[in-house]
């Protein structure tokens, strides 16, 4: 089975802080994702990456950064994090050539 | 603009009887479309899928629907079980170039089946 593992279930920051948050699959896939669910948005795409060291932009990438120097980790970094950003926040892979996602537990953000 | 609609965000059915979630996409280059499914504080799993040159998937007690021309596809739940309640989002794949594929959700529609 396809594991997605993000590094915390739950975090509570302050505005300001820095947050990382981390993402590992053990599938050998290629695409890693990031998302964020919002009640009433969906799920909304903020970074991708085809392949180590490369990223792209997602529909919402303001205030995000992303890192990925290994081909199973991909971490979202929020440089100075804003309660506007508390949100639940979901790590998916897929292989290439495919369309289906793997995704993550998700990770709770609540920024006060 | 969004490209993928899900236009109910809530839908009540009687446990045993047939549960129908509707989607909307207008992107023409969408060729292979996905169900998720997701429980209150998990991340979403796949449910079933379909590609652009079928009109019909079935797995079990799931079965989904696509009408190119209308650009419409639809999940049914039959029987439906107080299992099945869950968020169900709807999603599109295009090919988005670097032999990979990006999907394009929608807002999903929160399903209640009731005992």
């Known amino acids: 089975d396809v594991k997605v593992t993000q590094s915390s279930r739950y975090l509570v920051k302050r505005t300001g802080e820095k947050v990382f948050l981390e993402c590992v699959q053990d599938m050998d896939h290629e695409n890693m994702f990031w998302y964020r669910q919002d009640p009433g948005l969906g799920l909304r795409l903020i970074y991708f990456?085809?392949?180590?060291?490369?990223?792209e932009k997602g529909d919402i990438p303001e205030g995000y950064s992303v890192s990925r120097e290994k081909k199973e980790r991909f971490s979202l970094i929020l440089e100075s994090a804003s309660t506007n950003q508390t949100s639940m926040y979901l790590c998916?892979?897929?292989?290439?050539?495919?369309?289906?996602?793997?995704f993550g537990e998700g990770s709770r953000l609540t920024v006060l | 603009d969004q490209q993928v609609k899900q236009n109910s965000p809530s839908l009540s059915v009687q446990e045993g009887r047939i549960s129908i979630l509707n989607c909307d996409y207008t992107n023409s280059m969408f060729d292979y479309f996905l169900w998720y499914k997701k429980y209150p504080a998990e991340g979403p799993t796949f449910l079933i899928s379909?590609?652009?040159?079928?009109d019909k998937n079935e797995d079990g007690r799931f079965t989904v629907f696509l009408n190119k021309s209308a650009k419409h596809l639809s999940l049914h739940i039959v029987p439906s079980q107080p299992g099945d309640s869950a968020v169900y989002f709807c999603a599109a794949s295009a090919y988005s170039g670097a032999g990979s594929y990006q999907l394009t959700f929608g807002k999903g529609t929160k399903l209640s089946v009731i005992p």
């Open positions: 379909i590609s652009s040159i079928k």
């Open positions: 990456s085809y392949d180590v060291k490369m990223k």
């Open positions: 998916a892979s897929s292989l290439r050539n495919t369309g289906e996602l793997f």
